[in-house]
């Protein structure tokens, strides 16, 4: 299968820090697993197409997506994948009408090929036809077998989630058993830990999909999102999969922390990572001749005795004034310590002060977290709002964990919005931008250099407005990274080769032609000499040309009327020929020198 030219739904999206990256930053949760079941409703109306591909076919294919992005983005998460409303049925509590395509379990590359079988070409039909479509399951019989499904997992699980694809509203429609038995369950599983979101899609024939009817009570809605204001039903199969990649990827805190704006004045927030570059998977050392993996142990030895070393016999020196000084464990803990974690106001200063050449690492986002203090959503809201109005920024001092350094941070208010199809495209929240401190700037000096002339300055800002295009990073992949896992795919799935990577980092030549190629053709002209040819070496200088440069015309001429000009060499003269436009005949040494001569009418 060829890769469209569109935007990657392979990339990798994570919450760790970049690596080598301060101790404190590390996340807490790096011993837990997420886990998520996807649910796809099999009925009857999820097969009719509309046009395009039917909404069943859809649904799988971002399942498809969304699994191969987990294994790039973090291969130890476990996934599972859940039919119902199906005439078979697969699960250990023998529920009808519900079956158990793939158990939870971490991605491998037979997940990925069982799902390929089913929007390949006729997959579709063939599953139809095997699995059939069925009205009598119950909900709660479905949302059970999921519980079980976590219950019964081995692993040590973090986060469980279930997203449910299904484009009917009101599958227990006059029946009030199987809806109260559905919502209670629902709310057991959310005292469980578990939660359960929505992916609703078109209904046949464009009827509005009705979330009141029934999945109100069934989903749960996130602290930051309204049940007025899900998003429109999906109609596109890049507007579904853009759902799921913002569903499934959990969103994370780094630390929950106080923020205070004055004594006895506070309340709490979260601090998110929206950014995080992406690195290739760690290579893993392996045993030549078992193919298993290898430990690596790290002892620490003395150099004098050989002798092993414990981590108590090892003391950290600082050398100063010519001394060690030697401190303990306990010591340079405590050195680390300068407060509290927690962010504190320290002003605030127009947005306008905060400059681009600030920038030092990307920023993180703070978000109101009512687990630390009751109440923190409203005063936050109230400060977001009063920044917005007054376009200022709150500068605090920021100290994330306990033995972190404090930082200077500005608190850049962000509004939130929602795009055409009322989805939540910017949060409202603060983006938290690291400001450098006076150790951190340097000051640079530049030569002076030959300003532009106002004619060339016009004809390179038309070429500019020309040039212009809405930059929007989810539409440019990394190619060294997407080839690295297309190889690794290629192998894992035994495929004759891996799937073509387009390179959007790529400038478009035809199009820039096309749209500020004569400009171009204007500006060079104008600014570059005649004969210049962009992008060619410079010629070297020969020797005899660097010591005529040497020699001035004064020099030439004086010593031609001291009759001295055979001390310099034969090309030194023949370069000053050149340069002078003096002719000469021969190519002895003395005809040069005639020339000359005569040049300067010497007799």
């Known amino acids: 299968m060829a890769a469209a030219p569109q935007w990657s739904y392979e990339r990798a999206w994570g919450e760790e820090e970049e690596e080598g990256d301060q101790e404190d930053a590390q996340p807490r949760w790096s011993s837990l697993r997420d886990s998520l079941i996807f649910l796809i409703d099999c009925s009857a109306s999820m097969f009719q197409e509309d046009g395009e591909d039917s909404a069943f076919h859809k649904c799988v294919k971002c399942v498809h997506s969304a699994m191969r992005n987990k294994i790039i983005s973090n291969d130890r998460d476990l996934v599972g994948v859940v039919f119902f409303a199906t005439n078979k049925h697969k699960n250990p509590s023998d529920f009808k009408q519900v079956y158990i395509f793939q158990d939870l379990e971490v991605p491998g590359a037979q997940m990925i090929l069982e799902l390929e079988e089913i929007f390949e070409e006729d997959g579709v039909e063939r599953f139809e036809e095997e699995f059939g479509h069925g009205t009598d399951f119950s909900m709660n019989e479905v949302l059970w077998n999921c519980s079980n499904m976590f219950s019964t997992c081995t692993q040590k699980l973090g986060h469980k989630r279930l997203l449910l694809f299904t484009n009917n509203d ?6 009030i058993n199987l809806q109260r038995q559905a919502k209670t369950k629902a709310k057991d599983l959310e005292g469980l830990g578990i939660n359960t979101e929505l ?7 464009g009827e509005p999909f009705d979330i009141t009817k029934f999945y109100q009570d069934i989903i749960v809605i996130p602290e930051d999102e309204d049940v007025t204001c899900l998003p429109d039903p999906a109609a596109k ?10 569903k499934e990827h959990k969103k994370r ?12 004045l506070e309340f709490g927030v979260g601090i998110y990572t929206q950014v995080r570059e992406t690195y290739k998977g760690k290579k893993v050392k392996l045993d030549a001749r078992t193919n298993q993996e290898v430990r690596t142990i790290t002892k620490t030895v003395d150099s004098e005795t050989g002798k092993f070393l414990m981590p108590s016999d090892v003391k950290k020196v600082q050398t100063w004034g010519g001394r060690d000084i030697a401190f303990e464990n306990d010591e340079i803990v405590e050195m680390k310590v300068f407060d509290k974690p927690g962010l504190v106001l320290m002003g605030f200063k127009p947005r306008t002060s905060l400059k681009p050449y600030f920038h030092i690492r990307p920023a993180q986002f703070l978000y109101p977290d009512e687990s630390v ?23 605090c001092r920021y100290i994330p964990r306990k033995n972190s350094p404090p930082k200077f941070v500005a608190l850049l208010p962000q509004k939130e919005e929602f795009d055409d199809n009322n989805m939540q495209s910017t949060a409202a929240g603060f983006h938290v931008v690291f400001l450098p401190f006076a150790d951190d700037l340097r000051k640079l000096n530049f030569e002076d250099t030959p300003r532009a002339k106002q004619d060339q300055v016009d004809k390179a800002k038309e070429i500019i407005n020309k040039l ?26 035994d495929r004759d080769a891996p799937e073509e990577v387009y390179d959007f980092t790529q400038p478009d030549k035809d199009r820039i032609d096309r749209r500020a190629g004569p400009l171009i053709d204007e500006f060079k002209d104008i600014v570059f000499p005649d004969g210049y040819t962009p992008g060619a070496k410079p010629k070297r200088k020969t020797a005899a040309a660097t010591a005529a440069e040497q020699v001035t015309e004064a020099d030439i001429k004086r010593m031609a009327q001291a009759g001295t000009l055979g001390k ?36």
């Open 237 to 246: 199969f890049e507007e579904l999969l853009e759902r799921v990649r913002y």
């Open 199 to 205: 992916l609703h899609m078109n209904k046949p024939g």
């Open 170 to 175: 009101d599958p227990h429609a006059g029946n």
């Open 373 to 395: 203090i009751s109440g923190s959503t409203r005063m936050f809201s109230a400060l977001l709002q009063r920044c917005l109005a007054r376009d200022v920024v709150p500068i």
């Open 568 to 603: 310099l060499t034969v090309p030194v003269l023949k370069e000053f020929c050149k340069q002078a436009g003096v002719k000469f005949s021969g190519n002895k040494k003395q005809d040069v020198i005639d020339a000359i001569a005569e040049h300067f009418q010497i007799e």
């Open 253 to 264: 805190t780094l630390a929950r922390i106080p923020l205070s704006l004055g004594e006895g």
């Open 468 to 493: 212009k295009f809405k930059y929007d990073p989810m539409s440019f992949e990394n190619p060294v990274i997407q080839q690295h896992y297309r190889n690794l795919e290629a192998l894992a799935l």
